[in-house]
């Protein structure tokens, strides 16, 4: 028998105090542990991104990340987003241009997406494209998915 591991995950601003096994993705910590069910597994190979959390400011998948490493980081899932009833641009932006098709991919796109465009707010759309080409959307909805990026780096810019 493995032993856990005392630690805490500080989750959109909560602190999670759990114990876990020292091989356990931060993925399953944050869903099973914790209860924030938002972030999705799909491949848990880091292929997919549909796990895609911002860990210290950055997008990370989550699969590949084991939950001890992020103890004492700052970590933001999809259910951190919205502020209250208020959607975040970028949830808007994916509602009002049909960047949502089945919805499995749609935490991790959100999570790389707001995670980029906060560090570099005026990327190229080349660089934007070449960055959500990482995640993979099985119901080949990225033309709207582009469209709904675009325009919501447009609102970020805003604000």
Known sequence: M??????TLTINGKDHKISVEPRRTLADAIR????QT?????CEHGVCGACTVIVDDAPVR???????????KTIRTVEGLADG???????QAFMDNHGLQCGFCTPGFLMLAVGVLEREPDIS???????????????TGY???????RAAAREMRKA
């Open 38 to 42: 938002g972030t999705h597994i799909g």
């Open 143 to 149: 033309q709207n998915i582009i469209k709904s990026v």
């Open 32 to 35: 099973e542990d914790c209860g």
């Open 125 to 139: 759309d080349e660089a934007l494209i070449d960055v959500l080409s990482s995640n993979l959307c099985r119901c």
């Open 2 to 7: 493995t032993d856990k591991t005392a630690i």
């Open 62 to 72: 989550s699969c590949l990340m084991f939950a001890v490493q992020a103890e004492g």
């Open 85 to 91: 009833d208020k959607l975040h641009p970028m949830q």
